[in-house]
């Protein structure tokens, strides 16, 4: 069975950095197109990076800020928030897809002095 666990959610003020942890069971990530989406209150899902075995890529919002790696040893991806702002507030998700699409639970960023 597939199971993503996102961690290392928090409260952190502006400026600050965090770092998201996703880990899957049921399958290696190496197989596999790892993103992190976003959704914040009263809006849409978001695309916030993927990593693939060709490379990355981000939305606008957090290229140079943002840094999506991941540990094949550990079967692990992450996401290195830095310069964080009040806009980046939202619970972020962990997905896998390989022609289909599986979620992890979330876990809250929240941004604020």
């Known amino acids: 069975q597939v199971q993503l666990v996102e961690s290392g959610g928090g409260v952190v003020q502006p400026g600050g950095s965090l770092r998201l942890s996703c880990a899957p069971s049921g399958f290696t990530i190496s197989s596999y197109a790892m993103s992190w989406y976003r959704q914040a209150p009263g809006k849409e899902r978001e695309l916030v990076a993927t990593?693939?075995?060709?490379?990355?890529w981000y939305a606008d919002s957090v290229k140079g800020r943002f840094t999506i790696y991941r540990d094949n040893a550990k079967n692990t991806v992450y996401l290195q928030m830095n310069s964080l702002k009040p806009g980046d507030t939202a619970v972020y998700y962990c997905?896998?897809?390989?022609?289909?699409?599986?979620w992890g639970q979330g876990t809250q960023v929240t941004v604020s002095s």
């Open positions: 990593i693939t075995t060709t490379g990355a």
């Open positions: 997905n896998a897809y390989n022609g289909r699409h599986y």
